[in-house]
T-cell receptor, first 115, second 110 residues
């Protein structure tokens, strides 16, 4: 089905483990984004990508790694998970980033718990 | 991108118009105003955007003041399903990212 999908939807892991959250979109959108959402902080941008092999840091990039080898995929990796990374993670994509047409389409979120 | 200020919460009666204000006094000429909402724990959903002129679509209307320093999102006939957090965001031409603030938690009461 067309759209943007995230996996896994729920994940429990332990401190120090590596975790990868997957994001896949079927629209061939150029731009993709990762946000995290915590109580009291709203949505905060972690990383974003303007195209394959082009990524840039957002507001809170520390502790995360991203890659974009294919346009449709934008995985987010926590190399050594910490309790402070317990959060809900949202992936989003956009066809264009400017000119009033930069509507973002969000996935359903991945809820990560780090014990 | 210019910062925005929204009230943390609002209430509205079902069937009435919900008017959500947003201040963006430092907005510059090439920055757009976007509105998104987030229902419960779902991903945010685009509502509407505008530059200078008022805009209307099937979901809502956006009224931007002449000096562009503030705007109002109007849900003309609010329903219980409109209960959500509403985010007002200012985003410039060429800006690659959307930065969310705290938003307004709108509760529609029966």
């Amino acid at each position: 089905d067309a759209g943007i999908t995230q996996s896994p939807r729920y994940k429990i892991t332990e401190t120090g483990r590596q975790v990868t959250l997957m994001c896949h979109q079927t629209w061939s959108h150029s731009y993709m984004f990762w946000y995290r959402q915590d109580l009291g902080h709203g949505l905060r941008l972690i990383y974003y990508s303007a195209a394959a092999d082009i990524t840039d840091k957002g507001e809170v990039p520390d502790g995360y790694v991203v890659s974009r080898s294919k346009t449709e995929n934008f995985p987010l990796t926590l190399e050594s998970a910490t309790r402070s990374q317990t959060s809900v993670y949202f992936c989003a994509s956009s066809a264009r980033s400017w000119g009033g047409t930069g509507e973002l389409f969000f996935g359903e979120g991945s809820r990560l718990t780090v014990l | 991108d210019a910062k925005t200020t929204q009230p943390p919460s609002m209430d509205c009666a079902e069937g009435r118009a919900a008017n959500l204000p947003c201040n963006h006094s430092t907005i510059s000429g090439n920055e757009y105003v976007y509105w998104y909402r987030q229902i419960h724990s779902q991903g945010p959903q685009y509502i509407i955007h505008g530059l200078k002129n008022n805009e209307t679509n099937e979901m809502a209307s956006l009224i931007i003041t002449e000096d562009r320093k503030s705007s109002t999102l109007i849900l003309p006939h609010a329903t219980l399903r409109d209960t959500a957090v509403y985010y007002c965001i200012v985003r410039g031409v060429g800006a690659q990212k959307l930065v969310f603030g705290q938003g307004t938690r709108l509760t529609i009461n029966p």
